[in-house]
């Protein structure tokens, strides 16, 4: 099955933003261009950036950001749009911010809480990934979704978007990976001041992290993501499954989900 290089307007302040469309399912349908969005953080938008998207029509934007996040790098977003955040429990949120890799003696290290950080997408990040979901079905689009790097968060919303309008998972996996060509985090961080991709607080800048570790945090490692999906499947026994038991939908939604989502 060929991949199919995902469209990524041409913005100066965007980070890691792309259609989520054209993507083929194991099926040989085809995901809707023009739909469905994912990206990093939009605060650095500029006019002409914002002219650019105009086209897109986005109705709602679902942020997936801890209120510190958000409060750090708020979204501007010109015109009527309806925004949505559901973070995490206070727990969750405590854990996050307390900067576990910050603890991470090198790559190794870095990379276990990566994997553990993965396998618990599932619980923590429920929520918001309804909400993505509860959008198309009452057709709430265009749609975007988005964290700090647009990566780790957004990367496993993605992945359950995707998944259940029937992508299979190497491709799953590349349009994850695609990250890594679609921006450069590091350079990112560099030169926008606020800016922590979700994996610093207001303590500890991007820079001070060591550089393999950084090196780890920053990178788009399709295993990690494949721990996520590996995670979802054996709890649920698919990502139907967790869309359905989880998350709550029922057979009606999850139809209407692939008609909103799927060419004709």
Same mark, same amino acid.
């Not at 709430?140 to 988005?146: D, P, Q």
């Not at 780890?216 to 990690?224: E, N, Q, W």
């Given at each position: 099955m060929t991949f199919h290089t995902p469209h990524q307007p041409l913005l100066s302040g965007g980070c890691n933003l792309r259609d989520l469309g054209g993507h083929e399912t194991i099926s040989g349908d085809r995901v809707r261009k023009g739909v469905i969005f994912r990206s990093g953080v939009l605060s650095y938008?500029?006019?002409s950036d914002y002219c650019c998207l105009a086209r897109a029509q986005i109705q709602t934007i679902v942020d997936l950001r801890r209120p510190d996040e958000i409060?750090?790098?708020p979204t501007n977003w010109p015109g009527p749009v309806k925004m949505v955040n559901l973070p995490p429990d206070e727990a969750v949120m405590a854990t996050q911010r307390s900067g576990a890799w910050m603890r991470a003696? *090198?790559?190794e290290g870095a990379q276990a809480i990566m994997r553990d950080t993965y396998g618990t997408m599932h619980e923590w990040l429920s929520a918001p990934l309804r909400a993505i979901f509860q959008s198309v079905v009452d057709l709430?689009?265009?749609?975007?979704?988005?964290c700090s790097a647009g990566k780790d968060r957004t990367g496993f919303c993605a992945a359950m978007v995707l998944g259940l309008v029937g992508v299979g998972t190497d491709t799953i996996l590349r349009d994850y990976a695609f990250t890594d060509e679609a921006v450069d985090l590091e350079a990112f961080a560099a030169t926008h001041r606020n800016s922590r991709l979700g994996i610093s607080d207001n303590a500890h800048e991007v820079s001070e992290i060591p550089a393999d570790v950084r090196a780890?945090?920053?990178?788009? *490692?399709?295993?990690?993501l494949r721990v996520a999906i590996e995670a979802v499947n054996e709890r649920y026994g698919s990502i139907e499954g967790y869309v359905r038991d989880r998350l709550g939908l029922s057979a009606e939604q999850?139809?209407?989900e692939r008609y909103q989502l799927l060419d004709d």
């Open positions: 938008l500029t006019p409060e750090a790098e003696k *090198d790559a709430e689009l265009a749609l975007l979704f988005h780890v945090l920053m990178k788009a *490692d399709p295993s990690y999850i139809d209407a």
